[in-house]
């Protein structure tokens, strides 16, 4: 997503400058899931709504639970306070759950739903996500990393995966938010996106 997604995207917004933009991500997967509805309902009559991740109902609360959705579709496994012994966590501290995918770990993110509204398939059979965290010991590892670790992302590695996050897209995820449209202006970051155009 970052190389062949985000990147080409910052190099169309004036040649990697980004101060128009809310915020990047937000705004790149906002337009790719616009694109990509407009391709799903070309020639086709599909009412489709889009959330993000990030829309909220006006009392704060989040529109969608993106990896409740994932867990619910089968296309990762969503590990939680629920899924280890009882004690293995203060009850009085927030615990919250991530998702691990079978082919990729934790080195994904989910950024939002497609939903066609309009169209209904009685006979769409019902896919479980794989559970590639089974020993409940490992899944307490995975919470305890993803709680109070995650800067490191050594969660994301509780399982092999075939593709990990390149070392540019780490240095844009490990840098804070506010600090984030500096760092695409930064030599290293204006010569990547230059060498796309």
Same mark, same amino acid.
């Given at each position: 997503?970052?190389?062949?997604?985000?990147?080409?995207?910052?190099? &169309? !917004? $004036?040649n990697?400058?980004?101060?128009?933009?809310?915020?990047?991500?937000d705004?790149?997967?906002?337009e @790719?899931?616009?694109q990509?509805?407009?391709?799903?309902?070309?020639?086709?009559?599909y009412?489709?709504?889009?959330? @993000?991740?990030?829309?909220?109902h006006?009392? !704060?609360?989040?529109?969608?639970l993106? $990896?409740?959705a994932? @867990?619910v579709s089968?296309?990762?496994?969503?590990?939680?306070?629920?899924?280890?012994?009882?004690?293995?966590?203060?009850? &009085? &501290?927030?615990?919250?759950?991530?998702?691990i995918h079978?082919k990729?770990?934790?080195?994904?993110?989910?950024?939002?739903?497609?939903?066609? &509204?309009?169209?209904?398939?009685?006979?769409? $059979? !019902?896919?479980?996500?794989?559970?590639?965290?089974?020993?409940?010991?490992?899944?307490?590892?995975?919470?305890?990393?993803?709680?109070y @670790?995650?800067?490191?992302?050594t969660?994301r590695?509780?399982?092999?995966?075939?593709?990990?996050?390149?070392?540019a897209?780490?240095?844009?995820?490990?840098?804070?938010?506010?600090?984030?449209?500096?760092?695409?202006?930064?030599?290293?970051?204006?010569?990547?996106i230059?060498?796309?155009?």
């Open positions: 997503m970052f190389e062949n997604c985000f990147l080409p995207f910052m190099a &169309k !917004r $004036q990697g400058s980004s101060a128009a933009v809310r915020d990047p991500i705004e790149c997967i906002s @790719h899931l616009q990509i509805s407009k391709n799903v309902t070309k020639d086709r009559d009412r489709i709504e889009i959330i @993000h991740d990030y829309d909220l006006p009392n !704060r609360r989040p529109k969608i993106c $990896q409740t994932a @867990h089968g296309a990762a496994y969503f590990y939680q306070k629920s899924d280890v012994y009882p004690n293995a966590f203060d009850n &009085k &501290k927030r615990i919250c759950g991530v998702c079978p990729y770990g934790g080195w994904f993110a989910i950024r939002g739903v497609m939903i066609l &509204k309009n169209v209904l398939c009685s006979d769409l $059979q !019902r896919v479980e996500p794989e559970d590639v965290v089974s020993s409940i010991d490992r899944r307490t590892e995975l919470l305890i990393r993803f709680n @670790h995650w800067q490191d992302s969660y590695d509780i399982v092999p995966s075939v593709e990990q996050y390149s070392i897209q780490r240095l844009y995820f490990q840098t804070k938010p506010t600090d984030r449209k500096i760092l695409l202006q930064t030599p290293h970051f204006l010569d990547i230059k060498n796309i155009n």
